[in-house]
């Protein structure tokens, strides 16, 4: 019913790690992928995240698949606009046009930049429950009552998402057309229709979630006790250096192999 | 009478642009560990004097006016410091349990408000298993709060005040979306909690459970007092919004020359003093 | 129970939910056109599923299953084979909360929506609109923002707006939750005026004394099966099947029974049957009470 981006609770080991650990990965994942365009690299990278969440996490490609599928037209579109800005030598010609080599690589690689960041994010927001996220990023120094809003996020997302629907679905009692169309323009429609009432409803929904969470203490000055306790394991050191050896073998491929498909290499 | 737990006196709210008052003059006072059932129509102000006895109005609520005197154990309400601070003393429930449930699991929403306040994780401990048994949610524990149906929830928000250990309680509606076997726990929960000394204040529209549970009712129509009293003495007035149909029954029996008896207000009663009624004539004959 | 002129047929329909246990677990049922239907059990046994399944806001999981409703023009139409909004003209469907359904600036605008999706003519739509505000108690508010009405009028227009489609069968999902006394009777009295046209209605509700006076027919649920099918009173006579399922008949109805009195419903009845078992001349039916415990 509600998105599948969410927070499954499980025992792997990537379910039990420090959602410290967790973020550092991420964030080692995503340095990578943002300092270089290769896509031997990119593939490489995004090999070892899917081999990663199978392995730790259990989580198989299968259940990430659809949503990769939804990529897959903005990659295509991305490779073709590069194909046809960037200049050098031709790979194929579309109509006449010539399509660049390295603007078709380039494409390419933002492509598995996208797919390596993403299955990340997806694996970490499935094996992380929100309110580890907001306990590890106040552990690390962010506020409380700022830590806090993330987990409060995942709280609301479904709740939006099934209002959504609810009111689509009234919609469609009643007749309309719109609301279950498959054409893009007329559903849009009903989802601008619907916009309305739900931004009316979560405004006056927004103070009575303020004020119930002001009732239980939310603002009160003085400490704060946490039930939940994060530890920082030898297995989350070896998760983090783990990730970071991974990291250096990727530089390494990127420096000591020449870049493929390229030209008189 | 001991200290009051509540003591309300000429209070009057009066929203922005309102024709009439919400409030109008209420006065009461209510002793500690009774349950007291607070009636009336809708937009007779039930739900406005639980925001008043909570400080949300007018801490919270820009746009009421309001006047008059409210004391939490002779402490007067104006003394404390913010809501944060009246809510060590009065928990507040309500109507709208998707609002109140601020976490996505249900085990840490109930811990959620004990870590604000500070309590040691022993103590959470301690009362997170004591709710999961008083209000029978413990196998939700560790279940999403949105994929919970709309009587869990309403069972996991109680359960979450419950949790702050007030002295006072005060329920909007707490089991509008319960089936009676629900209804019935948390009745069930709250008269235990009574009988430890928390003080209980809840607007309910099901008068059948309320003539059981509570010690008191109060009766209220357009933003006044109109009854209060036992269950019996309220629900036999003409300020009773609904009466339990036992009651009903034997009110028109009455009327008819027909029942005698002491009104009934639960089915057992109802059926004793039918019995006691209609087995005069009965054991009569057997002695003849 | 089978109906000479049914408009909802049930075919043992299953449903599960993802990755959950069986809500449905086999439903045979036929609803007949001109009845009031109430749905009974407590939380999660099913009720709302089995009433999803009328318009096809669900879909039986079961191959086998099947729900086909049958039209005033006299046409069948399989759910499964049909779209949301071409089921709209036989079976409305309220859902519980109206503040989610609700999506109009002015009550009028809220109304004219439903028609308008089937193609209504203009010419008479006005009027369509005005009897409808009227039969539920809103004549006078047509200009009215929903925003600024009551909880309870709030229910009756959402109710209102799926009535004015004219639908064969409206099936409005626990219409009095959170509602007052004389508000739940309100809302029913606009379900019973739209059924005294002829119309079908379905409810869901907890509430067992206005059940008791409003429907024709009780479907008790269980764990995904009909535990009982019949009038209130029979239904309401099968106590033991009830305390299983922990649904209570109306307190009028369980005093009754208790003093040996069966056959009473409603306050109306009981007081009634009460009275005439103590006027003097009938003091002799009353002697089996000393019986019952």
Same mark, same amino acid.
């Given at each position: 019913?509600?998105?599948?981006?969410?927070?499954?609770?499980?025992?792997?080991?990537?379910?039990?790690?420090?959602?410290?650990?967790?973020?550092?990965? #991420?964030?080692?994942?995503?340095?990578?992928?943002?300092?270089?365009?290769?896509?031997?690299?990119?593939?490489?990278?995004?090999?070892?995240?899917?081999?990663?969440?199978?392995?730790?996490?259990? #989580?198989?490609?299968?259940?990430?698949?659809?949503?990769?599928?939804?990529?897959?037209?903005?990659?295509?579109?991305?490779?073709?606009?590069?194909?046809?800005?960037?200049?050098?030598?031709?790979?194929?010609?579309?109509?006449?046009?010539?399509?660049?080599?390295?603007?078709?690589?380039?494409?390419?690689? #933002?492509?598995?930049?996208?797919?390596?960041?993403?299955?990340?994010?997806?694996?970490?927001?499935?094996?992380?429950?929100?309110?580890?996220?907001?306990?590890?990023?106040?552990?690390?120094?962010?506020?409380?009552?700022?830590?806090?809003?993330?987990?409060?996020?995942?709280?609301?997302?479904?709740?939006?998402?099934?209002?959504?629907?609810?009111?689509?679905?009234?919609?469609?009692?009643?007749?309309?057309?719109?609301?279950?169309?498959?054409?893009?323009?007329?559903?849009?429609?009903?989802?601008?229709?619907?916009?309305?009432?739900?931004?009316?409803?979560?405004?006056?929904?927004?103070?009575?979630?303020?004020?119930?969470?002001?009732?239980?203490?939310?603002?009160?000055?003085?400490?704060?006790?946490?039930?939940?306790?994060?530890?920082?394991?030898?297995?989350? !050191? !070896?998760?983090?250096?783990?990730?970071?050896?991974?990291?250096?073998?990727?530089?390494?491929?990127?420096?000591?192999?020449?870049?493929?498909?390229?030209?008189?290499? | 009478?001991?200290?009051?737990?509540?003591?309300?006196?000429?209070?009057?709210?009066?929203?922005?642009?309102?024709?009439?008052?919400?409030?109008?003059?209420?006065?009461?006072?209510?002793?500690?560990?009774?349950?007291?059932? *607070?009636?009336?129509?809708?937009?007779?102000?039930?739900?406005?004097?639980?925001?008043?006895?909570?400080?949300?109005?007018?801490?919270?609520?820009?746009? $009421?006016?309001?006047?008059?005197?409210? $004391?939490?154990?002779?402490?007067?309400?104006?003394?404390?410091?913010?809501?944060?601070?009246?809510?060590?003393?009065?928990?507040?429930?309500?109507?709208?349990?998707?609002?109140?449930?601020?976490?996505?699991?249900?085990?840490?929403?109930?811990?959620?408000?004990?870590?604000?306040?500070?309590?040691?994780?022993?103590?959470?401990?301690?009362?997170?298993?004591?709710?999961?048994?008083?209000?029978?949610?413990?196998?939700?524990?560790?279940?999403?709060?949105?994929?919970?149906?709309?009587?869990?929830?309403?069972?996991?928000?109680?359960?979450?005040?419950?949790?702050?250990?007030?002295?006072?309680?005060?329920?909007?509606?707490?089991?509008?979306?319960?089936?009676?076997?629900?209804? @019935?726990?948390?009745?069930?929960?709250?008269?235990?909690?009574?009988?430890?000394?928390?003080?209980?204040?809840?607007?309910?529209?099901?008068?059948?459970?309320?003539?059981?549970?509570?010690?008191?009712? *109060?009766?209220?129509?357009?933003?006044?007092?109109?009854?209060?009293?036992?269950?019996?003495?309220?629900?036999?007035?003409?300020?009773?919004?609904?009466?339990?149909?036992?009651?009903?029954?034997?009110?028109?029996?009455?009327?008819?020359?027909?029942? @005698?008896?002491?009104?009934?207000?639960?089915?057992?009663?109802?059926?004793?003093?039918?019995?006691?009624?209609?087995?005069?004539?009965?054991?009569?004959?057997?002695?003849? | 129970?089978?109906?000479?002129?049914?408009?909802?047929?049930?075919?043992?329909?299953?449903?599960?939910?993802?990755?959950?246990?069986?809500?449905?677990?086999?439903?045979?049922?036929?609803?007949?056109?001109?009845?009031?239907?109430?749905?009974?059990?407590?939380?999660?046994?099913?009720?709302?599923?089995?009433?999803?399944?009328? %318009?096809?806001?669900?879909?039986?999981?079961?191959?086998?299953?099947?729900?086909?409703?049958?039209?005033?023009?006299?046409?069948?139409?399989?759910?499964?084979?049909?779209?949301?909004?071409?089921?709209?003209?036989?079976?409305?469907?309220?859902?519980?909360?109206?503040?989610?359904?609700?999506?109009?600036?002015?009550?009028?605008?809220?109304?004219?929506?439903?028609?308008? %999706?089937?193609?209504?003519?203009?010419?008479?739509?006005?009027?369509?609109?005005?009897? +409808?505000?009227?039969?539920?108690?809103?004549?006078?508010?047509?200009?009215?923002?929903?925003?600024?009405?009551?909880?309870?009028?709030?229910?009756?227009?959402?109710?209102?707006? +799926?009535?004015?489609?004219?639908?064969?069968?409206?099936?409005?999902?626990?219409?009095?939750?959170?509602?007052?006394?004389?508000?739940?009777?309100?809302?029913?009295?606009?379900?019973?005026?739209?059924?005294?046209?002829?119309?079908?209605?379905?409810?869901?509700?907890?509430?067992?004394?206005?059940?008791?006076?409003?429907?024709?027919?009780?479907?008790?649920?269980?764990?995904?099966?009909?535990?009982?099918?019949?009038?209130?009173?029979?239904?309401?006579?099968?106590?033991?099947?009830?305390?299983? +399922? %922990?649904?209570?008949?109306?307190?009028?109805?369980?005093?009754?029974?208790?003093?040996?009195?069966?056959?009473?419903?409603?306050?109306?009845?009981?007081?009634?049957?009460?009275?005439?078992?103590?006027?003097?001349?009938?003091?002799?039916?009353?002697?089996?009470?000393?019986?019952?415990?």
């Amino acid at each position: 019913m509600s998105g599948t981006m969410l927070y499954q609770p499980g025992k792997t080991v990537l379910h039990r790690a420090d959602a410290r650990a967790k973020i550092v990965a #991420i964030l080692v994942v995503l340095a990578l992928a943002l300092t270089t365009t290769r896509v031997d690299v990119l593939v490489a990278l995004t090999a070892v995240v899917v081999l990663g969440l199978a392995v730790l996490a259990r #989580i198989t490609p299968a259940s990430y698949a659809k949503a990769l599928l939804l990529i897959i037209p903005l990659v295509l579109l991305l490779t073709l606009l590069q194909a046809l800005v960037q200049g050098g030598p031709a790979i194929a010609t579309l109509a006449g046009v010539p399509l660049s080599r390295s603007g078709v690589l380039l494409g390419l690689g #933002i492509g598995m930049r996208l797919f390596a960041m993403g299955i990340c994010f997806y694996g970490f927001s499935v094996t992380t429950s929100p309110s580890d996220i907001a306990l590890a990023l106040h552990k690390v120094g962010v506020p409380y009552k700022f830590a806090y809003l993330t987990s409060f996020a995942f709280r609301f997302l479904p709740l939006l998402q099934d209002e959504a629907k609810t009111l689509l679905t009234a919609m469609a009692v009643r007749g309309s057309a719109e609301s279950s169309s498959r054409h893009p323009l007329r559903r849009g429609r009903a989802i601008v229709r619907m916009l309305f009432p739900m931004l009316a409803g979560s405004m006056k929904r927004s103070s009575e979630i303020a004020l119930s969470m002001e009732l239980r203490g939310y603002s009160l000055p003085g400490p704060r006790t946490f039930y939940r306790s994060a530890t920082f394991r030898g297995s989350d !050191a !070896a998760l983090v250096a783990g990730v970071l050896v991974l990291a250096a073998a990727l530089l390494a491929m990127q420096w000591q192999l020449p870049a493929p498909f390229t030209e008189g290499a | 009478m001991s200290t009051p737990a509540l003591a309300v006196s000429g209070l009057s709210v009066r929203y922005e642009g309102a024709e009439r008052r919400a409030l109008d003059e209420v006065a009461f006072e209510v002793a500690p560990g009774q349950i007291v059932g *607070i009636l009336g129509p809708t937009g007779a102000g039930k739900s406005t004097l639980l925001q008043c006895l909570s400080g949300v109005i007018p801490r919270h609520e820009d746009g $009421a006016a309001m006047r008059g005197d409210i $004391a939490l154990f002779s402490r007067p309400l104006t003394d404390f410091a913010g809501l944060s601070d009246i809510t060590e003393t009065i928990g507040l429930v309500l109507q709208d349990p998707e609002v109140q449930l601020v976490n996505t699991v249900v085990r840490e929403e109930l811990v959620w408000g004990m870590e604000n306040r500070g309590v040691p994780v022993p103590e959470i401990e301690r009362r997170l298993s004591r709710a999961a048994e008083l209000f029978g949610i413990g196998d939700l524990l560790d279940r999403f709060t949105h994929a919970l149906s709309g009587g869990e929830k309403q069972r996991v928000v109680v359960a979450s005040v419950f949790c702050l250990s007030p002295r006072i309680m005060l329920l909007d509606e707490p089991t509008s979306e319960l089936d009676p076997a629900g209804t @019935e726990g948390v009745m069930n929960a709250i008269r235990v909690l009574a009988d430890e000394g928390v003080t209980v204040l809840v607007v309910e529209h099901k008068v059948e459970e309320l003539a059981v549970y509570a010690d008191r009712l *109060i009766a209220m129509r357009q933003g006044r007092i109109e009854a209060t009293g036992t269950p019996r003495e309220v629900l036999m007035g003409t300020a009773a919004p609904d009466r339990p149909q036992v009651l009903d029954i034997a009110l028109r029996l009455r009327e008819l020359g027909h029942w @005698e008896s002491e009104l009934p207000l639960s089915v057992p009663a109802a059926v004793t003093a039918w019995e006691a009624m209609t087995n005069t004539p009965h054991s009569d004959r057997n002695r003849t | 129970m089978s109906h000479p002129d049914p408009v909802i047929e049930v075919v043992d329909v299953e449903h599960t939910y993802k990755g959950d246990t069986k809500a449905l677990a086999g439903v045979d049922l036929t609803i007949g056109r001109g009845e009031f239907v109430a749905i009974i059990g407590k939380n999660g046994s099913g009720k709302t599923t089995l009433a999803k399944h009328f %318009n096809g806001l669900l879909r039986p999981t079961n191959s086998g299953g099947a729900v086909r409703l049958h039209t005033g023009e006299g046409k069948t139409i399989d759910t499964r084979g049909s779209r949301l909004h071409h089921l709209a003209a036989t079976v409305g469907y309220v859902f519980q909360n109206p503040d989610r359904q609700i999506f109009h600036d002015t009550c009028r605008e809220e109304l004219e929506y439903g028609p308008r %999706n089937l193609g209504a003519d203009p010419a008479t739509l006005a009027h369509q609109v005005s009897e +409808t505000l009227e039969l539920v108690g809103l004549e006078g508010r047509a200009e009215a923002n929903p925003i600024h009405l009551s909880r309870g009028e709030r229910q009756r227009l959402a109710i209102a707006s +799926t009535l004015v489609m004219g639908c064969d069968v409206a099936v409005v999902d626990e219409p009095t939750t959170g509602q007052d006394r004389a508000e739940s009777r309100k809302i029913l009295d606009s379900l019973a005026h739209h059924h005294a046209q002829g119309r079908t209605v379905v409810i869901i509700s907890h509430d067992m004394a206005l059940v008791a006076e409003y429907a024709t027919r009780v479907i008790a649920m269980r764990r995904g099966h009909v535990l009982a099918d019949g009038t209130p009173a029979q239904v309401f006579s099968q106590r033991e099947v009830l305390q299983e +399922t %922990n649904i209570r008949p109306p307190q009028a109805a369980v005093l009754a029974a208790e003093i040996g009195l069966p056959g009473a419903l409603t306050v109306d009845q009981a007081v009634r049957s009460m009275r005439d078992a103590l006027l003097p001349t009938s003091r002799t039916p009353v002697s089996p009470i000393g019986e019952v415990e």
